[in-house]
């Protein structure tokens, strides 16, 4: 089964650095996300992506996040100067279709980002 | 606005007995509703998914959720728990009109006791 494969799986990173994260979504799918969750809290809606456009952002996603598809194939989530409060996993997903039921969102393993 | 609540953070079961995770859901629309599972370590798992097509769902791995719209819930069971189903469970409605974004309840980390 076609999988959202996300790298690396943990990243550590001193406060101040930019980092990459980087997600191959499933082949034939056209929108993108990125979510994160930080320790013991909710799953958060990041960013949603299509025909190379954000569709909708949450609050978190301020000028310090940038998304890109830089190919065809990969989809990053760049974090430009990174704050200990940007520790979490970050999930990358995918979906055929704008997210509804029918065409349910893909996930990958995630990401563990550590900021120092 | 969409949201999803999970009654318990965490639940207990001896193997081979029914699991009931519980979840109520708030929404102006006819909701699409999931449940994902995380397993330790792992990313997040479709295990099954309301359209609306029917209020008994079945999923993956022997687990089914009813939507109920009087009670506003949407609650997973599994007649008989396996070892291998110790994990966070997530129940996710979709905010319509916002780009796909999924709403996650807290999670219910589901412990199978031996």
């Known amino acids: 089964e076609p999988e959202v494969t996300q790298t690396p799986s943990h990243q550590v990173t001193q406060m101040g650095q930019e980092v990459i994260l980087r997600c191959v979504p499933i082949s034939n799918h056209l929108y993108f996300y990125w979510y994160r969750q930080i320790l013991g809290q909710k799953v958060e809606f990041l960013v949603s992506?299509?025909?190379?456009?954000?569709?909708?952002k949450s609050e978190i996603f301020d000028d310090q996040f940038s998304v890109e598809r830089p190919d065809g194939s990969n989809f990053t989530l760049k974090i430009r100067s990174t704050k200990l409060e940007d520790s979490a996993m970050y999930f990358c997903?995918?979906?055929?279709?704008?997210?509804?039921?029918?065409?349910?969102?893909?996930f990958g393993d995630g990401t563990r980002l550590s900021i120092l | 606005a969409q949201s999803v609540t999970q009654l318990d953070s965490h639940v207990s079961v001896s193997e081979g007995t029914p699991v009931l995770l519980r979840c109520n859901y708030s929404?102006?629309?006819?909701?699409?509703l999931f449940w994902y599972v995380q397993h330790p370590n792992k990313g997040l798992q479709l295990l099954l998914k309301y359209t609306s097509a029917a209020t008994l769902v079945k999923g993956i791995n022997g687990f089914e959720a009813e939507f109920k719209k009087s009670e506003t819930s949407f609650h997973l069971t599994k007649p008989s728990a396996h070892m291998s189903d110790a994990a966070e469970y997530f129940c996710?409605?979709?905010?319509?009109?916002?780009?796909?974004?999924?709403?996650f309840g807290q999670g219910t980390e589901l412990s199978v006791k031996p």
């Open positions: 992506f299509y025909n190379n456009e954000i569709s909708e």
């Open positions: 997903a995918s979906s055929e279709g704008p997210g509804q039921a029918t065409q349910p969102q893909h």
């Open positions: 929404s102006s629309y006819s909701p699409s």
């Open positions: 996710v409605v979709i905010h319509y009109n916002q780009g796909g974004k999924l709403i």
